[in-house]
């Protein structure tokens, strides 16, 4: 004899990977507290490793006998921080890197967006900046030495050339990988070119750009520098490269430092404004104690 029709249950299927009822596997995360200790503890066991092979003069394949050690350049370091010329130089370089970062971001974002979204402007444009790209921006020296009146309009000239061309690339890369989809959407809902181009195109290329605008900064630091020492009158590079006509090794590694330093402090700056202006984003959590599981949802 059969059992009832309605006291049969089917059995529930094994759940998958997938399934609601599993908690997806979330990376382990370190408290703040621990992650700054690490970083203080790296850069000081990278000072101590310094000043013991200084300290011992070690002489193998690297030289390090007649280096400065790493007292002697904060001793250096601190000597100078109570000199009007050290902020000069600082001040100097600042708003050269500031000021030519900046035309390169606009420009370099507009340039990027014309390319890939108008054919008449990358094939006007597109050989013409491909042909220059190539060209390291320090190699450019001469023509602005020739071009301009003064060296600070060189040195800004040189330090914009050396970050445009990695914003304009990122930017015209990312605007082109845009899924054709969302500029339909608002075309279907009676939006026009400019609020595509607000609403779509630059906040869908935005990650992209701000990996431009990363790279574009320290290669502006690097061109910024060596500009100063070759047709500087002041700046940090200029001071950095006077220090070592002079022989003056520790005032060498003064300069290397400050440049150091500031250029981490730009890039940190970008990164943190992009990940303000990317909030919507998905991010991997890295930083902090491992994420409590989720309570499952009670099924009837």
């Not at 596997?25 to 850069?43: I, M, N």
């Not at 101590?48 to 400065?68: E, H, I, K, M, S």
């Not at 959407?185 to 607000?198: D, F, K, N, P, S």
């Not at 981490?264 to 990940?275: D, I, Q, Y």
Request: proline share 8%; net charge positive; hydrophobic share 50%.
């Amino acid at each position: 004899m059969s059992a009832p029709a309605s006291s049969i249950r089917p059995r529930p299927a094994p759940e998958g990977p997938g399934a609601r009822g599993a908690a997806a596997p979330r990376p382990l995360r370190r408290r703040p507290w621990v992650r700054y200790t690490l970083r203080a503890g790296s850069l000081l066991a990278a000072l101590g490793l310094w000043q013991l092979l200084t300290a011992l003069d070690v002489n193998l394949w690297l030289r390090f006998a007649q280096f400065p050690s790493a007292t002697d350049v904060v001793r250096e370091f601190a000597d100078r921080l109570g000199t009007g010329a050290y902020w000069q130089d600082l001040t100097d370089s600042l708003s050269r890197i500031l000021t030519g970062f900046a035309l390169a971001a606009v420009l370099g974002v507009a340039v990027g967006t014309a390319i890939a979204r108008s054919p008449l402007v990358s094939d006007l444009l597109g050989p013409v900046l491909e042909v220059c790209r190539p060209i390291p921006a320090i190699a450019l020296v001469p023509v602005a030495i020739l071009m301009f009146p003064s060296n600070e309009q060189g040195i800004i000239f040189i330090t914009f050339t050396a970050a445009f061309f990695p914003v304009m690339v990122s930017t015209r890369h990312a605007v082109r990988a845009l899924a054709p989809v969302w500029e339909e959407a608002v075309l279907t809902m009676g939006g026009g070119r400019g609020r595509i181009l607000v609403s779509v195109v630059l906040p869908g290329a935005l990650p992209g750009i701000l990996g431009g605008l990363s790279v574009g900064i320290g290669v502006s630091w690097i061109c910024v520098i060596s500009a100063e020492m070759i047709s500087g009158a002041y700046g940090v590079g200029y001071r950095t490269w006077q220090d070592y006509t002079i022989v003056d090794y520790p005032g060498v590694f003064v300069g290397m430092t400050t440049i150091g330093m500031l250029g981490w402090l730009t890039s940190t700056a970008v990164e943190l404004a992009g990940r303000r202006l990317t909030r919507w984003l998905p991010r991997t959590e890295t930083t902090g104690r491992p994420a409590p599981a989720r309570k499952e949802a009670a099924t009837p």
